[in-house]
Structures are given as C-alpha cells and as structure tokens.
C-alpha cells in the first residue's frame, strides 16, 4: 500500500517517519525493524510502499494493524495467513492490487465470523482503473458513490460498482464460494 498506509512491500516492515535519498535522487522512506519482522530479513529497505505487495508483507502488516486495535488472536492470524495463501495464489493484475486482496481477505474473515471491522482503518480505497484517489458523493437516496479524482475513464463512473465486482470475482476464484457484490463496502449516511 501507498502513502499513510505504505508499508515494506517486500516484508511488510512500517516505514520511518523521515525520508532519505536513493541513488537516483528520490526521497524514500526506510523500512525498519519491529517485532513482526523476521531477524533474517534485511533491513533498511528504501521504499514509499507499493500497490502490489507480497503475501508474507500483507500478512505482517495485518498482524501488526490488529494489534494496534486488540489483542494478538493466533487462531485469527492463522485462518488470515491460509486465506491469504489462496487470495495470493489466485489474484491476477488489477485485483491482486493490495487493497483489492486486503478488502478479499476482510470479506472472508468476516464472513467466517472474525471481528474485522478494524481493517477498513487501513486501506484506502482506490480508482480501479488508475489507482489514484477517489472522490466520495451521495446519490439522493443516501447510498456513497465515487469518482475517480481526475475522471481517468472520461465518464465519471461509479468506481465503488467496479471495485466491488473486482473484489467479488477474486474472492470466488480463491474460495469455493461467492459472494454478492452489491453487498460488498456499503456505505450509508
Ligand atoms: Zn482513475
């Protein structure tokens, strides 16, 4: 993930505060060590985060998120880490986009019973076509629609509608299941 919710996309480590200069000149962030970090990683990555991030720095990133909120729950991390597996092994271009995995995987814990409300603190919703920020408005009716902040597609579509159907069709190609897009990220005033 990018910007407040960047993290290590190799391995998931939070990122400093300050930023330093790469060999090219560019201001990255430091990936630093915590207790989620394996001792064997290498540390001092340069990073501002990514869209894209691997299995095991999703994995740190949620242990570590959780924990800001309650508790260590081992059987809840156990259950993220197998669901994660097969989001990972089954999430393709856009949708393996980790705010797409990272909503997937909420779904999915949700739905299983875990207590995972927590999770929407930590991934912003993006435009599913240019990953830039969107621009939340109300229909009449009280429902939340969103733009993408530069109308990247030219017709200021609902992206809410293309993100749900993103998250849905992962969510059954990981899991021998389904679930309703339209009842995915419902927002009411
Ligand atoms: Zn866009």
Known sequence: ????????????APLSEQTEYDGQGYPRHVALPDEFIAESEPLGELTNGAVTSSKAALFNHFRRCHQR???????????????????????????????????????????????VEWMHAHAELRCPHCHGRLKYELYDNGDVYA?????????????????????AALYSRSFADSVDADALLRFHT
């Open 69 to 115: 909120h309650t508790e260590a729950n081992d059987r809840l991390y156990r259950k993220a880490a197998l669901e994660l597996r097969r989001l990972k092994r089954a999430a393709e271009g856009r949708a393996n986009w980790d705010v797409h995995v990272w909503y997937a995987l909420q779904r999915r814990l949700d739905g299983k019973g875990f207590d």
């Open 147 to 167: 733009l993408c902040g530069t109308n990247c597609t030219g017709d200021k579509a609902d992206q809410l509608e293309t993100i749900r159907e993103t998250i």
């Open 1 to 12: 993930m990018i910007e407040e919710d960047a993290f290590c996309p190799k391995t998931g």
